[in-house]
């Protein structure tokens, strides 16, 4: 564990009280990211509000990237924030100081709204995440709005109905007929909480049966993504024969935590491995008969030279010329056989934008990938993020565009299954556009606060 010194509470508080004062929660590092996002747009808005942070788990390294000031103490817990997915974690968390760390966040949050009331200052709060942080903004007795991350009811049900589960516990996930409980759309419906923004329109739609202010804007997770290259397709004469000729490009998404995504690296390169022999037999039914090539989008957090000598350790070896341009003069070329391999820790939005396809073993960045309409097939790991548990949840909330193997040798299989049903591959796009929503779901959420929260 470690702690960052706070900021005082008094700085950058400006002598004008018509300035709004906005703080805000968020609990985990995608959620940290999520709430950057739309606190950039914030700051491009005309009177922005002066902004505050508590990222309740971690040390918001996010937050302190953009200078906003830190109250409180802010920690890291052993679990990394993934104590919902393992009862050990939990535990681990609570003999590192979770409770008192939980405590003294609240007294923080409330110490901070007392503060700003004393001063005379307008003063709201940004909850991202899940119950935690409402919870935490109701608490704080000021006025708040809510991002909700965690909860999607295509986890239970899609636009025909609820989804057909094996597990008759599995109704607790929807017993009062939403996956948001009771006791968290009551905090939703609170006279103080100004806005909801759910994560897609279909939980946005099921929240409005109750007086709770749900607005459909997007998904934050779909903003900051755009490539290096322009997206838009000019077609010519000979468009058939260029789509023959260029490469098949798989992007490959291990994760980001270490030590779970170097153990995901391996069984993805055995799928890797898998895939070269079945794209060599005659029957294969690619879109393309040029050469194929694997994008390992790596997380920045992961040591590089660990990831390139696990992939040495599978027969790759350096190559000098690369079959795509990428924005990375430091990203390693390997070839073997008719393949090429790229490593790259700086180019992330040029590989999810370049791939045809992924081998995915992530969270936000598979969610991500389908986004922009294009089918993942993932291969469940040991955790504790991306456990059998994980995997089948996530496949519930992206659909058919997330298609889940038990082993890696199975990839082959499915990866001829999409390109022998074109209509399938139709189905997925327009699949993965609904589910996570069209980019600038940031502006238009900062848009509605200044709004609603003035």
């Not at 991002?147 to 239970?156: D, H, I, K």
């Not at 923004?197 to 900051?224: C, E, H, Y």
């Not at 090539?293 to 030279?305: E, Q, R, W």
Request: aromatic share 10%; hydrophobic share 40%; with cysteine.
């Amino acid at each position: 564990m470690s702690d960052v010194s706070p900021l005082p509470l008094t700085s950058k508080i400006k002598e004008t009280t018509s300035r709004l004062r906005l703080l805000v929660l968020s609990n985990g590092h995608g959620e940290d990211a999520i709430a950057v996002r739309i606190l950039k747009e914030l700051q491009w808005q005309p009177h922005p509000p002066e902004i505050f942070a508590l990222p309740l788990v971690g040390e918001g390294h996010a937050y302190q990237k953009l200078e906003i000031p830190l109250i409180g103490s802010v920690r890291t817990m052993p679990s990394g924030g993934f104590i919902y997915m393992d009862g050990r974690e939990f535990m681990r968390d609570l003999r590192g100081g979770l409770l008192q760390l939980t405590f003294n966040q609240i007294q923080t949050v409330r110490h901070w709204v007392s503060f700003q009331q004393k001063l005379g200052n307008n003063s709201a709060i940004l909850a991202v995440g899940d119950i935690v942080p409402l919870l935490f903004a109701w608490l704080s007795n000021t006025n708040y709005a809510f991002v909700g991350t965690a909860r999607s009811e295509y986890y239970v049900r899609d636009e025909k109905g609820l989804l057909k589960r094996k597990n008759k516990a599995t109704w607790l996930e929807n017993f009062s007929g939403s996956v948001y409980h009771p006791w968290e759309r009551w905090l939703m419906s609170h006279s103080r909480c100004k806005a909801v923004f759910p994560r897609d329109s279909l939980t946005t739609k099921i929240l409005q049966r109750w007086p709770i202010p749900a607005v459909d804007v997007g998904n934050p997770m779909m903003d900051g993504l755009e490539p290096t290259f322009p997206t838009a397709r000019f077609y010519s004469s000979n468009v058939e024969q260029q789509e023959l000729a260029r490469p098949l490009i798989i992007t490959l998404l291990p994760g980001s935590r270490a030590p779970e995504a170097y153990a995901n690296w391996q069984k993805i390169l055995i799928a890797v491995s898998a895939l070269m022999a079945s794209f060599q037999e005659q029957d294969w039914l690619a879109p393309t008969r040029g050469t194929l090539v694997f994008l390992g989008a790596i997380a920045p957090g992961l040591h590089f030279v660990s990831i390139h000598q696990i992939l040495q350790s599978h027969g790759w070896r350096s190559h000098s010329n690369s079959p795509v341009q990428i924005p990375d003069a430091e990203a390693l070329v390997f070839k073997q056989r008719n393949a090429y391999f790229i490593l790259t820790q700086r180019a992330y939005n040029d590989c999810l934008h370049l791939g045809d396809l992924a081998i995915a073993m992530a969270g936000t960045a598979t969610e991500q990938f389908v986004g922009l309409g294009k089918p993942a097939i993932a291969i469940p790991g040991n955790g504790p993020q991306f456990n059998p548990k994980f995997a089948e949840a996530q496949s519930r909330l992206l659909g058919p565009s997330l298609i889940l193997v038990e082993q890696p040798d199975e990839v082959p299989q499915v990866v001829r299954s999409l390109f022998a049903n074109p209509d399938e591959l139709h189905v997925i796009a327009e699949n993965g556009l609904r589910r996570m929503g069209k980019a600038g779901a940031s502006r238009r959420i900062a848009e509605c606060l200044m709004k609603r929260l003035y």
